[in-house]
């Protein structure tokens, strides 16, 4: 697992259930806003919980929220007075009123009509009216696009949120490429107009997608190590992380720089952590240490599951490492997941192709 590097060791097959919790119960990925309870006699008050005397109790916060952001979030309490901001880390639950068309569109989602909840979240788009809440729903439209395959839709989605707010709870969300090798002809030509936007976010999805092309992989690699320096944690961070695509398409990932990177891992917010575990993952099973590959792919669809094309991808190479050190039992089940939770992906068809082998 991040964290916990043991070299080549052997890991029993126990490992990956704990491998798959430990993801889990580590990830924290930001809180959903939830839609107020129409039950609720203050349903016209938002509402939050908190966590207060360092993490071991919860206050809740009603009234109205003014601002929500990467930093913090400000409500003007329900008993009156002026605003109060509380750090965004200690936020644990928010409800707040939506519109019909946002509800929908969370009810969509969650059934897995990805289609029409975006089609509905653009409806709520058009019409909301708080700034907050209408970074919210360009965070969903973020995962529908993923969902959908649309990497173009998810980035111009993206680069308007980091606009809105530079230090997004949805960091997460950025749909940086994290394979090795050259992206699609029509998202290379897309970086460079990125380029021209000039933010930080928008510089470091440029990179992320010229890195292996020939006429922009100089300048995107000097980007990144730039980019390296900045004092957002989030960019700062996935900077570095990005970096190490290019060092494993060079060849062998040393021991010491594995365990560099497992460091790194290890600084970085736990919703961050998905993309660059698998390019470390990847460094392992390079080296043929299948179970720590398999550990750290699983990171991928443990924090980044709406990111469809990635999280099959890194949940089947998972299984593949599973299979060849002999977990064949775990390794059955992650492929029959990926036909179930990721059935447009072109790893969706591979894994079919295992699990009809399997029953031959």
Not at 133 to 162: K, N, P
Not at 230 to 237: D, G, T
Not at 267 to 277: A, D, E
Not at 329 to 348: G, K, M, S
Request: glycine share 6%; hydrophobic share 40%; proline share 5%.
């Amino acid at each position: 697992m991040p964290g916990h590097f043991v070299g080549s060791q052997a890991v029993p097959g126990r490992y990956l259930r704990t491998a798959c919790l430990w993801c889990l119960l580590t990830a924290s990925t930001p809180p959903l806003v939830r839609a107020a309870d129409e039950t609720n006699s203050e349903e016209s008050a938002d509402r939050v919980i908190l966590l207060v005397n360092e993490g071991s109790g919860r206050v809740t916060i009603t009234g109205r929220i003014t601002d929500y952001t990467g930093k913090a979030i400000s409500i003007v309490p329900r008993v009156g007075g002026s605003a109060r901001d509380y750090d965004a880390s200690l936020v644990v639950d928010v409800q707040t009123s939506q519109l019909p068309a946002h509800v929908e569109g969370m009810k969509l989602f969650r059934q897995r009509e990805f289609a029409k909840a975006r089609a509905s979240f653009e409806d709520a788009l058009n019409l909301e009216e708080r700034p907050w809440v209408r970074r919210e729903i360009l965070a969903m439209l973020i995962r529908c696009a993923q969902r959908e395959g649309d990497t173009a839709a998810a980035i111009a989605r993206f680069l308007v949120l980091v606009r809105s707010d530079p230090e997004t709870r949805h960091w997460n969300l950025a749909p940086l490429a994290w394979g090795i090798g050259p992206s699609s002809p029509e998202l290379r030509a897309a970086a460079t107009g990125w380029k021209r936007q000039k933010t930080d976010a928008s510089r470091l999805l440029a990179a992320s997608y010229l890195l292996f092309d020939p006429a922009g992989e100089v300048d995107s690699l000097l980007e990144l190590r730039e980019l390296a320096t900045q004092l957002s944690p989030n960019v700062s961070a996935l900077a570095r992380a990005q970096q190490w695509r290019k060092r494993l398409a060079e060849g062998n990932v040393t021991p010491d720089e594995r365990r560099s990177w497992q460091s790194q891992l290890l600084q970085m917010r736990g919703p961050l952590r998905g993309g660059p575990s698998y390019v470390l993952g990847m460094a392992h099973r390079k080296v043929q240490d299948h179970n720590l590959a398999a550990a750290c792919l699983l990171w991928v669809p443990a924090t980044m599951p709406d990111d469809a094309l990635l999280a099959a991808q890194a949940q089947r190479d998972a299984a593949q490492s599973l299979a060849t050190v002999g977990q064949r039992a775990e390794a059955r089940i992650l492929f029959q997941e990926i036909v179930d939770r990721y059935a447009q992906t072109p790893a969706a068809a591979d894994a079919a192709k295992v699990l009809k082998s399997l029953d031959e």
